[in-house]
T-cell receptor, first 109, second 114 residues
Framework: LAKTTQPISMDSYEGQEVNITCSHNNIATNDYITWYQQFPSQGPRFIIQGYKTKVTNEVASLFIPADRKSSTLSLPRVSLSDTAVYYCLVMNRDDKIIFGKGTRLHILP | AAGVIQSPRHLIKEKRETATLKCYPIPRHDTVYWYQQGPGQDPQFLISFYEKMQSDKGSIPDRFSAQQFSDYHSELNMSSLELGDSALYFC?????????????FGPGTRLLVL
């Protein structure tokens, strides 16, 4: 299971674009990168998943460079309701989810 | 759309008592996962079931047991409760096993052990 490293916390302002970078130097060939969001006292919620290059959905974009040793979750025009913990996970088909230390994102008005 | 249902949502027990948490997965989902999240902690994987068989095991204490029934709902049985068992317990379900299938989490059961 590849180890991930991400910022412990980040602050940003409403309307800004927020980029959270995750390092995963030991990512394996068959590993995917997945991001979850968790609000206080709620279960984690799947945001986005990717293998390489760029993935975009209605919530976020995920940028993965060619060497795949890092990835960046991009949240466009954040609002106060985006204040949450964001978890970067690297796993393959045989892995259970192991949550590491997520990034506590705090959006300010 | 139907989501994962957990019951009860809140539970208060005393030390050495037992507790049973229930999880009803999203219809047609065949895999259930249990996680424990202590105050200020990240979720910790406990155990998972695929097609009613245990598929993976994490940091589940020996005092805990779980099973998945024929209708795919799952129960987490906790005995000899300790103060340190106070936590949020999440259940998640997916269609298929393995880490790639998106896991959908329930609202959690908040257990308080006094």
């Amino acid at each position: 299971l590849a180890k991930t490293t991400q910022p412990i916390s980040m602050d940003s302002y409403e309307g800004q674009e927020v980029n959270i970078t995750c390092s995963h130097n030991n990512i394996a060939t068959n590993d995917y990168i997945t991001w979850y969001q968790q609000f206080p006292s709620q279960g984690p919620r799947f945001i986005i998943q990717g293998y390489k290059t760029k993935v975009t959905n209605e919530v976020a974009s995920l940028f993965i460079p060619a060497d795949r040793k890092s990835s960046t979750l991009s949240l466009p025009r954040v609002s106060l309701s985006d204040t949450a913990v964001y978890y970067c996970l690297v796993m393959n088909r045989d892995d259970k989810i192991i949550f590491g230390k997520g990034t506590r994102l705090h959006i300010l008005p | 759309a139907a989501g994962v249902i957990q019951s009860p949502r809140h539970l208060i027990k005393e030390k050495r008592e037992t507790a049973t948490l229930k999880c009803y997965p999203i219809p047609r989902h065949d895999t259930v996962y249990w996680y424990q999240q202590g105050p200020g902690q990240d979720p910790q994987f406990l155990i998972s079931f695929y097609e009613k068989m245990q598929s993976d095991k994490g940091s589940i204490p020996d005092r805990f047991s779980a099973q998945q029934f024929s209708d795919y709902h799952s129960e987490l049985n906790m005995s000899s409760l300790e103060l340190g068992d106070s936590a949020l317990y999440f259940c998640a379900s997916s269609l298929g096993r393995g880490g790639m299938e998106t896991q959908y989490f329930g609202p959690g059961t908040r257990l308080l052990v006094l």
